[in-house]
């Protein structure tokens, strides 16, 4: 049962565009959202993150929201740039004493 | 090398031999994670280690072992390689105190292939 789930598994933007990669969730008890990026033959590294009490949050051109009721999650990127071109992760955690739940990645490709 | 370091970066291994895949993080992280990276399947938990001596099973931890004697140490063994464990395998550190909800620092992989 896949309680994360990117439902696209790549996009494809024009740079200077905005890219959204979107998360649904099943399990209720997430709190805790986390997004990742990936570059080939590297690990992922933390992006942002947002917490259920929040609906958004912004981190220069990373912006996540949140939709409590819907069960989903975006990561919208203004402006796109070629260096933003990776896999993106998004995870989910029920809080303290809860793993991480990913979902199956986004390949984003940001075209000159 | 600050950080969190993995070895090997490749391997290839056949059915049947056992294989050990190390992580080393020079934070002292109180949390240490495998996963493994398969197409389809994101990353998925295989084990996870709150603080020396203590281990725990994740998602997927059939065909694998862990220990974990020091901190900054956490060897993935896998037993009797499978094909189907030829995967990427990453390990992680967290150092919070939320441990798990906390931001988790990925080593670079490991790529292995079980013919």
């Known amino acids: 049962d896949q309680q994360v789930k990117q439902n696209s598994p790549s996009l494809s933007v024009q740079e200077g565009r905005i890219s959204i990669l979107n998360c649904d969730y099943t399990n209720s008890m997430f709190d805790y959202f986390l997004w990742y990026k990936k570059y080939p033959a590297e690990g992922p590294t933390f992006l942002i993150s947002i917490s259920s009490i929040k609906d958004k949050n912004e981190d220069g051109r990373f912006t996540v929201f949140l939709n409590k009721s819907a069960k989903h999650l975006s990561l919208h990127i203004v402006p796109s740039q070629p260096g933003d071109s990776a896999v993106y992760f998004c995870?989910?955690?029920?809080?303290?004493?809860?793993?991480?739940?990913f979902g199956e990645g986004t390949q984003l490709t940001v075209n000159p | 090398d600050a950080g969190i370091t993995q070895s090997p970066r490749y391997k290839i291994t056949e059915t049947g031999r056992q294989v050990t895949l190390m992580c080393h993080q020079t934070w002292s992280h109180s949390y240490m994670f495998w996963y493994r990276q398969d197409l389809g399947h994101g990353l998925r938990l295989i084990y996870y280690s709150a603080a020396a001596d203590i281990t725990d099973k994740g998602e997927v931890p059939d065909g694998y072992v862990v220990s974990r004697s020091k901190t900054e140490n956490f060897p993935l063994t896998l037993e009797s390689a499978t094909r189907s464990q030829t995967s990427v395998y990453f390990c992680?550190?967290?150092?919070?105190?939320?441990?798990?909800?906390?931001?988790?620092?990925f080593g670079p992989g490991t790529r292995l292939t079980v013919l």
């Open positions: 992680a550190s967290s150092g919070g105190v939320a441990g798990w909800a906390d931001t988790q620092y």
């Open positions: 995870a989910a955690s029920a809080g303290i004493g809860s793993r991480l739940t």
